[in-house]
């Protein structure tokens, strides 16, 4: 049955309906004004605005492909409406389709040219050849001190490939030879849940960050076949490793020869319907959520310092397996997680990254890998709670470290001379220092300490450099490298002792920044509290 044509008088009244929903961004009743609007209206003109307007706040409830069908539509009857245009833009430039989204700002350009349309196309450009190559460069923000919006990022996949993995069921590999500090992947959550909890924050404000992370998450898979059924493709915990099929990393990445199909099926939402299993999604959650700190470089590089609870789902970070011993890294960009190399990978490497802090003795490892559901049997994992020699040894330091209370000097003193006596290699060295860096960190901190015991001691650039060796760049490791070096205590002349700091820098952060903002985040990163970066 034909809807009756509305008159001039009702049309107005519904427009000013719409402009009052708008103002109080009430966007189901705004859709439902503008659906009837739609439906009414026998004016070409209206009939496009209102369904570009719908097509915005369809996109702001992410009902995406409505949005996207509601452009097309208004583009069908006006190829060149220029809100249907900008619509379409922005919601092709949302999933990563950044050469069709200049196309729309092309043509709205061509229409009623702005400034700010030119800015998106060039946005657009530079996003585009960022997602192809990976190069981030976030100077101009970390010298503007993180003020102001976080810099845009595009999704990228490195030299990596997910593979039956040694640690467990699947894990990220490198397929050609890695630089330290590259990026391997730079992944847009499929959902964060965020919040700011005081510090001594009980399960119960916890749980409200979760519930967020969870109704987000469903929410996504609901509306996107594609989101699902990548969910999917990761573990509950529950299946037997041999289970778990290896994905094609190929449908990780968004390569523009798949645009038209993924295009269609986002239009025409013809994509095969996944039906939701949220008992399945909860344990995937479960296994697989990244918190936004964990990484200590998030510290600088993610937040503006509002919030401080952020847990997410990043999909092709959870193929990452854990190692006490990694070789990468993340850092939180806003909603994108980049994943660096901390540590030259050779080809066929797995790609893993530490799940906890793996400044601790074995021991301690232990009980966090436990409480994430695993035994880890890293190669550092395996020589500290194995070696013959240095066990017993290892086990009297590490009681000494968490119960003794003592001279932290002493103890790095005596582990230096067993480790000498026991002729302990270079590498298993850097993992001993890296076991017992807290007490080397109190040492270092103290003016007294260092007095008492110098010549005993090594410097510490050459600890912190050893320490990078085993467990990569990291934070906390980088402030000792910035101090030792500064203390004329490094290992080198002043050029050498400049690229080793430049490269830990690199390790810690990735190389996302020119030399200029690099000295600016090592200011920060020698202000920083150094419990807070361990
Ligand atoms: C985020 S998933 C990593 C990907 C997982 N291997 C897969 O196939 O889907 C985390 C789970 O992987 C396993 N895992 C990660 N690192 C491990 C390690 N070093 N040793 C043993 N299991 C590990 C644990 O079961 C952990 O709960």
């Known amino acids: 049955m034909a809807t009756a044509a509305l008159d001039d008088e009702s049309l107005q009244q519904l427009r000013s309906r719409a402009t009052q929903l708008l103002l109080k961004e009430d966007w189901k009743e705004y859709i439902a004004v503008c659906s009837l609007i739609i439906a009414t209206c026998r004016d070409r003109r209206v009939l496009c605005s209102a369904l570009a307007h719908r097509a915005d706040a369809r996109a702001r409830l992410g009902e995406v492909p409505g949005a996207l069908a509601d452009c097309d539509a208004a583009l069908a009857a006006d190829p060149a409406h220029p809100g249907a245009l900008l619509s379409k833009g922005a919601l092709l430039r949302g999933l990563g389709r950044y050469a069709h989204a200049a196309e729309c700002f092309r043509a709205a350009l061509a229409v009623s040219g702005t400034d700010e349309v030119r800015e998106l ?35 990228h996949v490195g030299p990596v490939e997910v593979r039956r993995s040694a640690h467990s069921g699947r894990g990220v590999f490198a397929v050609k030879n890695i630089e330290s500090g590259s990026t391997l992947v730079i992944s847009k959550a499929v959902a964060i849940g965020r919040g700011v909890l005081p510090d001594a924050a009980d399960s119960g404000e916890k749980m409200v960050v979760w519930k967020d992370l969870v109704d987000k998450v469903l929410d996504a898979a609901e509306k996107c ?18 289970d778990l099929t290896v994905p094609d990393t190929a449908q990780f990445k968004q390569e523009p020869d798949d645009l038209d199909d993924a295009m269609t099926t986002v239009t025409t939402g013809s994509a095969p319907k996944v039906t ?44 990452i397996n854990h190692s006490c011993h990694p070789n990468a890294r993340r850092s939180h960009v806003g909603d994108h997680a980049i994943v660096h190399a901390s540590r030259d990978i050779k080809a066929g490497e797995e ?3 530490a799940y906890f802090n793996v400044l601790m003795p074995v021991g301690k490892r232990r009980e966090a890998a436990r409480a994430w559901g695993f035994e880890c049997k890293c190669d550092r994992c395996r020589f500290e709670a194995d070696d013959a020699i240095l066990r017993q040894e290892l086990a009297w330091l590490e009681n000494e470290l968490f119960n003794g209370g003592g001279d932290m000097g002493a103890l790095v003193v005596r582990l230096e001379e067993k480790m000498r006596r026991s002729m302990v290699k270079e590498r298993r060295k850097a993992f001993l220092r890296a076991s017992f860096w807290s007490a ?26 050893s ?26 002349n002043r050029l050498e002792v400049e690229d080793k700091v430049v490269r830990i820098g690199r390790a810690t952060y990735g190389k996302v920044v020119k030399r200029q903002a690099m000295r600016a985040l090592f200011r920060l990163t020698l202000d920083a509290d150094s419990n807070k970066s361990l």
């Open 121 to 155: 196309i060039e946005q657009c450009r530079r996003l585009e050849a960022q997602g192809r190559s990976g190069v981030v460069d976030l100077s101009e923000w970390v010298l503007a001190g993180f003020s102001g919006k976080c810099p845009g990022l595009a999704e």
């Open 225 to 242: 076949p594609r989101t699902a059924s990548l969910i999917y493709t990761l573990s509950t915990g529950e299946e037997p490793e041999d």
């Open 276 to 319: 939701l299993d949220v008992d399945k999604i909860l344990k995937v959650l479960d296994v697989n959520c990244l918190t936004e700190d964990a990484a200590p470089s998030a510290n600088l590089l993610g937040s503006n310092g509002v919030v401080n609870c952020g847990v997410g789902l990043w999909i092709l970070p959870a193929f």
């Open 351 to 353: 790609i893993t990254f």
């Open 440 to 465: 080397y960190s109190a040492l270092f901190d103290s003016d007294k300490l260092v007095r008492k015991w110098g010549r005993r001691l090594p410097g510490e650039a050459a600890v912190a450099e």
């Open 467 to 492: 320490v990078a060796g085993a467990v990569g760049g990291n934070e906390s490791v980088l402030r000792a490298m910035l101090r030792g070096s500064n203390n004329g205590n490094g290992c080198g």
